[in-house]
């Protein structure tokens, strides 16, 4: 009996893309001699793109889609896919292409060879900006360190068996991290290297901005450790007024004591500043035990194929 490989592609706003990555895509799969299935996740979309995907499954059965009645964002879109597929194993992979098809054989055959997971890594991150390059290096470092497992070159370009898919879709998380949540679950797993190709069509959904909120987003949903900045704040700041209070008593008994207006606005406004990130990171947190304890859906699909 074949191997049945599903290829999960979320897509927002791809219409130029959907038929150059399915065609480039199909050709990879079809040489390595299995059965497939294309699931497209129409992220909410608001151009052709559900429809291109119904043009191109018109002439072939296996090409599916499902469309979010908005934008969920790619993780809930990653997720849908993960949960429509019935493949012995899924690729994850973006619809730009910038994730190349060519290395889905080598894939494969670690697969074969019994990795439960085959994640693909950049050999490098393209023509991304400094900036870019820079944030993304503070995020992974940052997460990695909180969360205990190394991430500092996840992707969403991933082979799973469908042992883990089971397990990943399993999980009740509302907000999950993929990219994080495919390393904790464990299980055996390889790396394979690969360039980052150029986009061939428009450009990138993610604006600086949009990358910062998602930074923080999975920080805080992936680990507690911010919390423990509250305590760590309050313990320095605890150490600090010891000092300068030993410091006061000294020139108060000695009658050195200076008016002390400065340094006490400056204290004020020390411990002030404190409290506030304190209370925003305690705030954070809350909100997103908010989000979980509502358990509305991941998603909303509106429409299949």
Same mark, same amino acid.
């Given at each position: 009996?074949?191997?049945?490989?599903?290829?999960?592609?979320?897509?927002?706003? =791809? =219409?130029?893309? $959907?038929?150059?990555? *399915?065609?480039? $895509?199909?050709?990879?799969?079809? /040489?390595?001699?299995?059965?497939?299935?294309?699931?497209?996740?129409?992220?909410?979309?608001?151009?052709?793109?559900?429809?291109?995907?119904?043009?191109?499954?018109?002439?072939?059965?296996?090409?599916?889609?499902?469309?979010? /009645?908005?934008?969920?964002?790619?993780? /809930?879109? &990653?997720?849908?896919?993960?949960? =429509?597929?019935?493949?012995?194993?899924?690729?994850?992979?973006?619809?730009?292409?910038?994730?190349?098809?060519?290395?889905?054989?080598?894939? #494969?055959?670690?697969?074969?060879?019994?990795? +439960?997971?085959?994640?693909?890594?950049?050999?490098?991150?393209?023509?991304?900006?400094?900036?870019?390059? %820079?944030?993304?290096? &503070?995020? #992974?470092?940052?997460?990695?360190?909180?969360?205990?497992?190394?991430?500092?070159?996840? /992707?969403?370009?991933?082979?799973?068996?469908?042992?883990?898919?089971?397990?990943?879709?399993?999980?009740?998380?509302?907000?999950?991290?993929?990219?994080? %949540?495919?390393?904790?679950?464990?299980?055996?797993?390889?790396?394979?290297?690969?360039?980052?190709? +150029?986009?061939?069509?428009?450009?990138?959904?993610?604006?600086?901005?949009?990358?910062?909120? *998602?930074?923080?987003?999975?920080?805080?949903?992936?680990?507690?450790?911010?919390?423990?900045?509250?305590?760590?704040?309050?313990?320095?700041?605890?150490?600090?007024?010891?000092?300068?209070?030993? =410091?006061?008593?000294?020139?108060?008994?000695?009658?050195?004591?200076?008016?002390?207006?400065?340094?006490?606005?400056? %204290?004020?406004?020390?411990?002030?500043?404190?409290?506030?990130?304190? %209370?925003?990171?305690?705030?954070?947190?809350?909100?997103?035990?908010?989000?979980?304890?509502?358990?509305?859906?991941? *998603?909303?699909?509106?429409?299949?194929?």
């Amino acid at each position: 009996m074949s191997d049945l490989i599903s290829v999960i592609i979320p897509a927002f706003n =791809e =219409e130029a893309m $959907i038929k150059t990555a *399915y065609n480039e $895509i199909r050709q990879v799969i079809i /040489s390595l001699n299995v059965d497939y299935e294309f699931i497209f996740v129409d992220d909410g979309s608001s151009d052709r793109t559900f429809e291109e995907v119904k043009e191109v499954s018109l002439e072939d059965s296996n090409v599916h889609c499902v469309s979010f /009645s908005r934008n969920f964002g790619k993780e /809930s879109a &990653i997720f849908a896919g993960l949960k =429509e597929s019935k493949g012995n194993c899924c690729v994850v992979m973006d619809c730009d292409l910038q994730h190349p098809a060519n290395v889905i054989p080598e894939m #494969y055959r670690l697969w074969k060879e019994g990795y +439960e997971i085959v994640e693909g890594v950049k050999k490098d991150r393209g023509k991304e900006s400094i900036l870019y390059r %820079l944030m993304a290096k &503070i995020f #992974y470092s940052v997460i990695s360190r909180c969360s205990n497992i190394d991430l500092k070159d996840a /992707s969403d370009f991933v082979l799973m068996d469908r042992i883990v898919i089971d397990s990943l879709i399993s999980f009740p998380e509302a907000a999950p991290f993929f990219r994080g %949540l495919s390393r904790w679950v464990g299980f055996r797993s390889v790396k394979v290297p690969f360039e980052v190709s +150029e986009r061939r069509f428009g450009n990138s959904k993610w604006s600086k901005a949009g990358l910062f909120k *998602y930074a923080i987003h999975n920080i805080t949903i992936f680990s507690a450790d911010p919390l423990q900045l509250v305590t760590v704040m309050g313990v320095l700041f605890i150490i600090a007024s010891i000092f300068l209070g030993g =410091e006061a008593l000294y020139r108060y008994f000695t009658q050195t004591a200076l008016g002390g207006f400065t340094t006490v606005i400056g %204290l004020i406004l020390l411990t002030g500043g404190i409290i506030m990130i304190s %209370l925003g990171i305690i705030g954070l947190y809350i909100s997103k035990i908010y989000d979980e304890v509502k358990d509305r859906p991941r *998603y909303i699909i509106e429409k299949r194929i």
